[in-house]
């Protein structure tokens, strides 16, 4: 099975998320609290996906995005972000985010952004 | 006295739209807005605050205040209609994120009225306290089925744009 990568600060967003995923039998590589954490966690298990929360502390999402986007350019990143205003969601996509999901949201569509990306 | 602070209309509509989508269209729980007044440059808050700031074409604070039940309520919505009896670490953050939802709501609201902000991550404040700034709040009260949820909001224009 694929396995995800977990990205947010929030532990009940990293719950919901998981929840989704486990329920689609999608394995859980990890998760990570901020934008270090997930650049870090990403070198280390090479996830198949990444879903990417933007607002978080010590790094935020968008250059968490770029940062793994620079090293790793086959990464395939979700970002799961309630900042959903156009400029977001044009920088992640330019940054090689592969699509955006905008907080709060329902379960199907993540579950949609995720079977399309690894479609 | 404090004189009313300078906010445009259409940024005080991007913020109860924000409000309302989130709580009633997202949470399915009835709300409705009564009109904003003006806390000034200071105000007490209620059992629980989540504050977070603002920054970009606009700069300021966005505290979004509750008493316990209220959160209690509003948690359990968020986890799929639990009985939340206490919160927990988990209940804890979900009241976090909520701030956080309907901030970025907020945000991307406003956007549309022209005015690109970032939201910094939120914290909560956990007990009756008395916020203080140098700026007037606007307080904008929303009643729902959960209870009062209250918005206290300072944002101006950046001197940097
Ligand atoms: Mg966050």
């Given at each position: 099975m694929?396995?995800?990568?977990?990205?947010?600060?929030?532990?009940?967003?990293?719950?919901?998320?998981?929840?989704i995923l486990t329920k689609n039998e999608f394995d859980i590589a990890g998760e990570a609290a901020n934008g270090q954490e997930a650049v870090d966690m990403f070198k280390e298990l090479s996830p198949d996906l990444v879903t990417m929360d933007i607002?978080?502390?010590?790094?935020?999402?968008?250059?968490?995005?770029?940062?793994?986007?620079?090293?790793?350019?086959?990464?395939?990143?979700i970002m799961c972000s309630a900042m959903g205003q156009q400029s977001m969601?044009?920088?992640a996509i330019q940054a090689g985010a592969k699509d955006f999901i905008v907080k709060p949201f329902q379960a199907d569509?993540?579950?949609?952004?995720?079977n399309k990306v690894l479609g | 006295m404090s004189s009313a602070p300078h906010m445009e209309a259409q940024h005080v509509n991007a913020i109860t739209n924000a409000a309302v989508m989130i709580v009633e269209q997202h949470l399915g729980i009835e709300a409705k807005f009564s009109k904003p007044y003006v806390s000034g440059k200071q105000f007490l808050a209620s059992d629980i605050s989540v504050v977070m700031g603002v920054n970009g074409q606009l700069e300021g604070q966005i505290i979004c205040t509750m008493e316990e039940k209220t959160a209690r309520s509003i948690v359990g919505n968020m986890m799929g209609g639990m009985e939340?009896?206490?919160?927990?670490?988990m209940g804890?953050?979900?009241i976090q994120e909520f701030g956080n939802w309907v901030a970025g709501r907020a945000a991307s609201e406003l956007a549309k009225a022209e005015a690109v902000i970032d939201?910094?991550?939120?914290v909560i404040n956990e007990g009756h306290s008395r916020f203080r700034m140098e700026k007037t709040f606007l307080t904008f009260p929303l009643s729902s089925a959960a209870g009062e949820v209250y918005l206290h909001v300072s944002i101006t224009p950046s001197n940097r744009s």
């Open positions: 694929a396995s995800v990568l977990i990205v947010d600060d929030a532990s009940f967003m990293r719950m919901m998320i998981k929840d607002t978080m502390p010590e790094k935020d999402g968008i250059a968490a995005l770029k940062e793994i986007q620079g090293e790793h350019p086959e990464a395939k990143v969601v044009i920088d569509r993540v579950m949609d952004a995720i | 939340i009896s206490v919160l927990d670490d804890w953050s979900a939201i910094s991550p939120p």
